[in-house]
C-alpha cells in the first residue's frame, strides 16, 4: 500500500483514498525502486475493489494504470473478487461509477480479440467472496493474450473444477427463486448478492459511526467487508534515537506490533495490522466487520470505545 506524501491529510487527520490510488510518478517510482534491487518488474496487480482499504478506484486511476502498462509492456492483473460486494456509492470518486471493471475500461484496444483488451491486460475472480464460497475453489481469469492461456489450459488439465462442482455453480447462478425457496432459506443469485450488499451496509455503518463518535480517523468504505481504520494516535513513542529523523523499520514494526498485541491481548479485538499488507504507514488497520454474529459485532464497538477512552485518560 503504498502512501503518496504529496497528499495532504483531511481536516480529522485521515489520510484520503486519493493518497493510495496509483498513478505514473508512484509506478515509475516503484519501477526504478525494484530495478535498483535487482529485478526486473513484469506484473501490475491491482486489487480492484481494494483490500483491505474497501475503496474501488475510480475508471480514471485504472485508466492510467492500463495505458501506463501497455507503454512499459508490464502486464496489469486485475483482481475483482470483491466485485459483487459494491454497496454505496463512492464518497469520493465522482468520474464515473463507484465500480468499473478494468475489462470494460481496456475493452476496444486496437488490434485486439475477443473484448479488445489486448494482450497486456488479464482479469480474475472467484465465488469465494461475493458468494461466501471459498470451499468450492471456483474461479475465473480471462485474458487475451495467447502465451498465456495456452499454458493456463495446460495447467486446467490437471486441475480442472470437478464435473459435479461446475454442474452445481451452474444451477446455483441461473436457477431462479421462488417465495416458496425463500421461505425454505434457499436464496437465487438475484435475491443473495442484494441482501449481501444490504446487510454489508448496515454494518458497515455502525462500525463508521462508532469510529466517527470515538474519533477514530478511516476510509470512507463502499465495497468489500473491511474498514481501513488509522490508529496512529495509540503507537507508543518511538525508542530510537532522540525520536527525531528517519525512523529504522524496525522500529516502525515494533511500534506496531506493540499497539496490535495491546488490541487482542487486552481488549479483544483482533484487526488486521497494515504493516502485514506492507503500508509504508504504522498504525493503521484493518477491521473485518462482516466475521461476527450481531451480538459478537456490538460487543466489538463497545470494546473499541473502551479502548479509546482509556488510552486517552491516560
Request: proline residues 6%; charged residues 25%; contains cysteine.
Amino acid at each position: 500500500l503504498g502512501y503518496h506524501p504529496e497528499v495532504s491529510v483531511t481536516d480529522n487527520g485521515a489520510v484520503p483514498p486519493e493518497a493510495y490510488y496509483p498513478n505514473r510518478s508512484a509506478l515509475d517510482a516503484a519501477v526504478e525502486a525494484s530495478r535498483a534491487r535487482g529485478v526486473e518488474p513484469k506484473i501490475l496487480l491491482l486489487s480492484h475493489p481494494n483490500n483491505p482499504l474497501g475503496v474501488c478506484y475510480p475508471p480514471s486511476v485504472v485508466r492510467e494504470c492500463i495505458e501506463w502498462g501497455r507503454e512499459n509492456e508490464i502486464h496489469i492483473v486485475s483482481d475483482e473478487i470483491y466485485a459483487g460486494s459494491v454497496y454505496r456509492e463512492s464518497a469520493t470518486n465522482t468520474d464515473g461509477p463507484t465500480f468499473e471493471s478494468a475489462l470494460s475500461v481496456a475493452a476496444g484496444h486496437k488490434g485486439g480479440d475477443g473484448l479488445g483488451i489486448g494482450p497486456y491486460v488479464h482479469f480474475v475472480y472467484a465465488l469465494s467472496k461475493d458468494f461466501c464460497l471459498s470451499g468450492l475453489r471456483v474461479g475465473a481469469a480471462y485474458s487475451e493474450n495467447p502465451d498465456i492461456r495456452l499454458p493456463m489450459q495446460k495447467l486446467n488439465d490437471l486441475c480442472q473444477i470437478s464435473s459435479q462442482t461446475q454442474l452445481l455453480v451452474e444451477k446455483m447462478l441461473t436457477a431462479p427463486s421462488t417465495s416458496q425457496d425463500r421461505e425454505e432459506g434457499y436464496w437465487s443469485t438475484d435475491d443473495f448478492l442484494p441482501e449481501a450488499r444490504r446487510r454489508m451496509k448496515a454494518r458497515c455503518e455502525k462500525l463508521e459511526s462508532r469510529l466517527n463518535e470515538a474519533g477514530i480517523p478511516h476510509l470512507a468504505s463502499d465495497s468489500g467487508m473491511f474498514v481501513w481504520m488509522d490508529m496512529r494516535e495509540f503507537l507508543p513513542p518511538r525508542e530510537d534515537g532522540d525520536g527525531r529523523g528517519e525512523e529504522s523499520q524496525e522500529s516502525i514494526d515494533t511500534r506496531e506490533r506493540t499497539l496490535y498485541l495491546e488490541l487482542l491481548q487486552k481488549h479483544g479485538l483482533l484487526f488486521t495490522p497494515g504493516r502485514s499488507m506492507k503500508n509504508e504507514l504504522p498504525g493503521f488497520f484493518r477491521c473485518v466487520f462482516t466475521a461476527a454474529s450481531d451480538h459478537e459485532f456490538d460487543l466489538g464497538l463497545e470494546r473499541i470505545v473502551k479502548f479509546v477512552n482509556e488510552k486517552r485518560a491516560t
